[in-house]
C-alpha cells in the first residue's frame, strides 16, 4: 500500500492506493466491503465537514465531472426511495428520472429528510452506504465515460474512487440519462444538497 500526504489548494488530504486494504483511521463498512469483495478502490480523506462536489473536485485536482454526487429522490406514492447518482457538474432532472422509472412524479425530500430516510448525514451520502438497504439506484449514464469515478465514502470525510462498472454491480443501479435538461432539472446547491 502506499500512502502519501500532499497539500492541494491549500488542504491537507491524503491518498491512500488500496489492492484491498485502506489505512484503519478511514476503515468504515464501505472500505470493508470494498476489501472483502476484492475491489480495487483508492479512498482519499477530506476536510470532515459538508463538501459539494464542486469543492471535492477542487481539493482532489479531479474534473467535476468525474465527482458524483447522490441526490435522495422520493415517490410521490409508496415505493423505494430512489438514489440518483449524477455528476459534480450537472443536475438530477426529475421528469427525466420519472421516466426513466415508468412513474408519474418523483419529489426532492429537504436536506433532513434525505437524511432521515438514508441514516446517513448529507455530505456523505453514498449508494455504496446504502447497499441492500432498499434503496434503488439510478446513476446518469455519463459515468461511462469513465474508467473510473469519485463518490462518497459514506461519511464526511472520506471519498473514494473506484471503477465504474464496480460500482454498477455492487448497487445493481440501473444506467440512464438522467441528468442536465432545461427543463425539469432541479438545481443543487454548490454545497450539496443531498450530496
Known amino acids: 500500500m502506499k500512502k502519501t500526504t500532499t497539500i492541494i489548494c491549500g488542504s491537507y488530504i491524503t491518498i491512500l492506493e488500496s489492492a ?9 463498512n464501505i472500505t470493508r ?5 476484492k475491489i480495487h ?21 479531479v474534473p467535476l465531472e468525474q465527482v458524483f454526487k ?4 422520493s415517490r410521490e406514492g409508496k415505493g423505494k426511495p430512489i438514489l440518483a447518482v449524477v455528476p459534480g457538474s450537472g443536475d438530477v432532472d426529475l421528469k427525466r428520472l420519472a421516466k426513466a422509472l415508468g412513474e408519474k412524479k418523483l419529489l426532492l425530500p429537504s436536506e433532513h429528510e434525505a437524511e432521515q430516510i ?8 453514498s449508494p ?7 434503496f434503488q439506484v439510478v446513476m446518469d449514464s455519463s459515468a461511462g465515460r469513465f ?10 470525510g472520506l471519498n473514494i474512487r473506484l471503477p465504474v ?12 440519462e438522467i441528468g442536465n435538461s432545461e427543463e425539469g432539472a432541479i438545481r443543487i446547491s454548490e454545497s450539496g444538497i443531498h450530496e
Request: aromatic share 2%; net charge positive.
Open 70 to 73: 447522490t441526490i435522495v429522490i
Open 118 to 125: 438514508t441514516g446517513l448525514q448529507a455530505g456523505g451520502i
Open 147 to 156: 474508467k473510473e469515478i469519485h463518490i462518497s465514502g459514506g461519511q464526511r
Open 33 to 37: 466491503m470494498l476489501d472483502a469483495k
Open 20 to 28: 484491498h486494504k485502506v489505512n484503519p483511521m478511514i476503515t468504515n
Open 41 to 61: 478502490y483508492t479512498a482519499f480523506e477530506l476536510p470532515i465537514e459538508k463538501l459539494g462536489a464542486i469543492e471535492t473536485a477542487r481539493i482532489l485536482n
Open 165 to 176: 462498472d464496480a460500482l454498477i454491480t455492487l448497487t445493481q443501479a440501473r444506467l440512464a
Open 128 to 134: 455504496l452506504a446504502l447497499v441492500n438497504k432498499g
